[in-house]
């Protein structure tokens, strides 16, 4: 089984598998691409061949596992977390020196059409808009199992051909731990609101429609940019205008201008790009707000939003030497340039 | 000229070109690799061909810019960094929202051999010995600068033959701030030691030579160990088993040592996974230990390290998402596998 462990000195949390052999890399399919492109057990019509669905949008009376989806939820067949042993956490060594839980979480992946599509920008928005629908709806389900304390969603395009299905998806990973990164938001929000008491990301968001130099687009209820430190070129933050710390509290009439503004944005970088390996992550709050301490300040300091981060550049020695990142063109002309791509 | 910006939100710094036109990305050489074979300037006898050297180990009596040098260190040619302003902070946007410094600091390359050998697993232990005694020439030089608090070296090998000089370097980026990894080590390690009066490197130190499970190898003076919650499948690190929290420090007789672990490690690494890109990094005690205030304890809780990172898995998603990784081989079976590497 997997095990989830902490460095001690950065706070930050891994995952590894404590099998003898580790013979397939989890998480990763390696699977051929003509196999993968023949044989793709994400099409309709062969659910099956996946493990069994745990939710689909469908066709009224249509079953479970059987075709009439149009967005379908599965458990990763590689999972690197699962829900089959009790929740354990475990210091080990002299002492219990290391933290350690072991493997418990839940591992999905989402397919977001029932055509055998291999890119997000082929998606219609009508499609994108009930992905994004399916996110909240898995997000609701998960935070019922109290043990659980993040669910983050993310998408990985154009990365590893060789390792990865083709077929549109993306992934949700629930963890019984809030990520580091996710925690230095939180945190970072919450000192903000308690010396100024106001958002900081409402704030950024008020700075930069003032400023405009790092906006690539702005709608009635999103707005996209450029952020003033962006760790890689051309990476953008989509944000609700409307201060919500909660993705799975949008109302739904809301969701078509997300997905016009996540689907956008993507074909800019694309285009512009010419189609970089591409990731999007959901920053939204954690499952579990305890009634008091740490978290109860929440829902007035965070703002959930989503971070799209193309790799024009990889990361490189001094990047992860000292989480400082080198990015040549200037967030405000990397805003300029996108709002230049002509949309389609 | 270029910027520092620092990220509101997670306080990360970032480098970026405020130039009106990006043409070539700072820090990045794209030169034809057949024409950097011909015509490499990182030779000996081409000293005319860069920058002015900032020092070199030469033979006594040979002149600055001429042959007879066994390791030289000069400006870089395409530096994110120069001296050639005053030091600026300055916050902009409406009421200084976002913190940002003009590009002050120091960006060297350290050329290690006059000959033209292009993997550091080339260099003889007695050439790398050189390059540790000129890094710690190098940071002392640099430090006297007041206004500088700390000087990344690091090294990228096998990264970008497109874009990157072939002839075996490292870097020196000397920076008016401390990068954020360091901030957050160094800020861990002093509240380990006020809580136990104990430096927390030492108790990881101690607690794995007692496992012994992730040492790869273990000298007089240095051991090397896979982290217990490595990011990168093979992940090593570099301690001294003496605490002391500054690299410049190191007596001159236990660099060669240094210079054994570095080489066999990264050796065992190349051969063990064919070559990767592979980075490495020193993390060193900040230049400013001001009298009084955050940093008056360093010296008793800080402790000096090198890590080495192949990057056999890039990071994807879930890694950007939220500061969690996801790395299948144990470090345990990493360090096991390491230390079955033939030597060579």
Known sequence: MSELRKDPISGRWMITATRKEVDTPIGLITVRKEERERDCPFCEGRELETPPEAFA???????????????????????VVGLNEELERKGVG???FFDTINGYGVHEIVIESPLHITHISKLTLEQIEKVLRVYQVRLNELKKNSLLKYGLIFRNQGYGEEISMLHVHSQIIALPLIPKSIKEELSSAKNYYEEKERCIFCDIIKQELYSHERIVSAGDKFIVLAPFASRFPFETQIFPRK????????????????????????MKTVKLLKDPPLNFVLHTAPFMVPEAGFWLTIKQDYH???????????????EWGGDFYINPPSPEAAAKFLRDVEGE
Do not use: Q, Y
């Open 57 to 79: 949008l469908r066709k009224e009376g249509s079953k479970p596992d059987t075709p009439g989806w149009a967005v379908r939820v599965i458990p990763s067949k590689f999972g």
């Open 243 to 266: 201060h919500e710390c909660d993705f799975t509290n949008v109302p739904a009439e809301d969701l078509r201008e997300l997905a016009e503004k996540l689907k956008s944005t993507i």
């Open 94 to 96: 002299d002492f219990f």
């Open 304 to 318: 959930w939003h989503i971070e799209i981060l193309p790799h024009a550049m990889l990361a490189r020695g001094f």
